[in-house]
């Protein structure tokens, strides 16, 4: 495969209503079939009028700020002082909802398209219509990355092609079967476009040749369909016209499924609430005795000189405890016995109660349930915690 990454300068300026398939036909009358646009998020908004108007300076503008960003906001993901990662209506996670103050008058801020995959259809459609030329068209805006200093150009909308190649099932030279492999081509795509229009050069399309096949080809090096004043040629050969496909809300994961849905202080606070309200009862799986001795080893730093927590691992004495325990709950499947260090007076129990919640908490972060009991019959321990 033979890429080449083509700049399509001399738009302009884009306001409100403008038509941007006129602006980048004219502007780029060597389009062909089969050509990928690379079209920055921030003249399609423009074009669609997707802006606010804020005060100039002062803390006026960053309380409008503020407020314009709360309104975008469906999600906040983290915060780091004034900085703030957020995911979007559309389900983006990005810095700040993607609001942009850059390459407009400093009155206005720039917001996302509504629906970034409605307006790369509506541009493949409106060039399809004028021009009779078959491309995809991606929508593209800068984003931060996990792990990784730097940015680089994503896509927001597609129309035209798959956002995602499936590599799944296919066999590698070695005879590996993937299973995972889901490459985002229409980001490798964006970020590709990125290098050729630049942030500051005023170069907001850029068009990708060589990945899609072409359908009509030229035979003389020339434009595939010339673009044409009006709403097009009747005289034209028609193109084959591709599905427009389900656009780049392909690549957005549920934050269900996201193995990183918050940031670290936010993971943190979320854990720290939980604790708060930890549930009383034990799991409904079968107790991983190593999980069990991970959880009181963690706790066991913090918790009173003398206080002791003693898994009981015997199935024949668990049970036997067990049956001697008021309220045992029928479905438990481990034990394990806490003891107050001795003598104990009043503050000594408050502190035990309170070390018992330490290896409470720890034992639900190893995804162990656990229910607060008072001691077997008989037993030297001052409680216990059915698992």
């Known amino acids: 495969m033979r890429l080449e990454i083509l700049p399509v300068p001399g738009i302009g300026d884009v306001t409100e209503g403008d038509d941007l398939a006129v602006l980048i036909g004219t502007a780029a009358p060597w389009l062909r079939d089969g050509d990928v ?161 630049g942030k500051c050069d005023q170069v907001p399309v850029a068009v990708v040749r060589g990945y899609l096949p072409a359908t009509s080809p030229p035979t003389d090096g020339g434009p595939a369909h010339p673009p044409t004043e009006g709403s097009g040629r009747d005289d034209l050969p028609a193109v084959r016209l591709v599905d427009d496909g389900v656009g780049a809300a392909a690549l957005v994961r549920e934050s269900a499924l996201d193995l990183f849905s918050l940031g670290t202080a936010e993971a943190t606070a979320a854990g720290l609430r939980a604790a708060a309200t930890l549930a009383d009862g034990p799991g409904a799986a079968p107790v991983d005795p190593a999980a069990v001795d991970r959880a009181i080893a963690a706790v066991a730093g913090v918790v009173a000189p003398g206080t002791s927590f003693t898994p009981v691992t015997d199935d024949e004495v668990r049970a036997g405890l067990a049956a001697t325990v008021d309220g045992w709950p029928a479905g438990a499947t481990g034990l394990v016995l806490g003891a107050a260090p001795t003598p104990v007076d009043q503050p000594d129990l408050v502190r035990f109660g309170a070390d018992l919640h330490r290896l409470r908490i720890a034992l639900a972060a190893e995804g162990i349930g656990s229910a607060l009991l008072p001691p077997p019959t008989g037993s030297i321990a001052s409680a216990c915690l059915a698992l």
């Open 37 to 197: 646009l690379v079209v920055t998020s921030k003249i399609v908004s423009k074009a669609e009028g997707r802006l606010v108007d804020v005060p100039a300076d002062g803390p006026e503008r960053l309380a409008a700020r503020d407020e314009v960003l709360a309104a975008e906001t469906a999600r906040v993901v983290a915060t780091r002082g004034q900085t703030r990662i957020v995911q979007t209506h559309h389900g983006f996670v990005m810095a700040s909802a993607g609001i942009d103050a850059s390459n407009v008058d400093k009155t206005r801020l720039v917001l996302l398209p509504v629906d970034p995959d409605a307006s790369a259809r509506s541009l493949r459609a409106a060039l399809r219509d004028r021009y009779r030329i078959d491309v995809a068209v991606i929508i593209s805006d800068t984003m931060g990355r996990p792990w990784r200093n730097g940015l680089t150009d994503v896509a927001l909308g597609v129309a035209g092609m798959p956002a995602i190649r499936d590599h799944r099932g296919e066999v590698d030279p070695y005879g590996n079967e993937l299973q995972l492999t889901q490459m985002a081509v229409v980001d490798e795509l964006a970020g590709a476009g990125e290098l050729i229009k």
